[in-house]
């Protein structure tokens, strides 16, 4: 018994020391989504449903909830986010070719029509980022248009 007691006392200083260390926070410029805005063009509706549901883990800005400053929490976090960076990043889209550019629209349409993004684990806190069906529609149907101004998708008959 007084290993266990060793053990856990341990372990919650442990923890206690890891709340001074945490990962590098993704708090770039706003600034940073104005090129994927300007040439996206999404209309306000949209707008909303990218800023609420998506730029935290697709761009360079992330709005941090409370429980970010609890390691191990914030590490899992930082990790989604480098994640979805690293798939989808609307702070680099300059640096992206047309064909790239269109590859992760095609992604993108295809990941919220199967209702993969957002991910559950974001929505279960992120409630506002639970897309509708007709917020789905509209993100798709924008995400198209998009895909069609790049000329790689075929034009629908």
Known sequence: MQIIKKVLWLLLIALVIAQFFGPEKNQGDMASIDAFMAETNPP????????????????????YPWYNNITPVNYWLADHIKHGK??????????????????????????????????????????????????IKAVVDWAKLVRLKYGLEPKPE
Not at 48 to 56: A, G, P, S, V
Not at 112 to 127: D, I
């Open 44 to 63: 306000e509706d949209v707008k909303m449903i990218l800023k609420e549901t998506c730029f935290d883990c697709h761009s360079d800005v992330t709005r």
């Open 86 to 135: 690293k798939h989808f990043n609307v702070s680099n889209w300059e640096g992206n070719s047309v064909k790239r550019k269109d590859h992760k629209f095609e992604e993108l349409i295809e990941m919220v029509e199967k209702k993969e993004m957002p991910l559950n684990s974001y929505t279960w806190t992120h409630t506002e980022a639970k897309l509708t069906d007709a917020q």
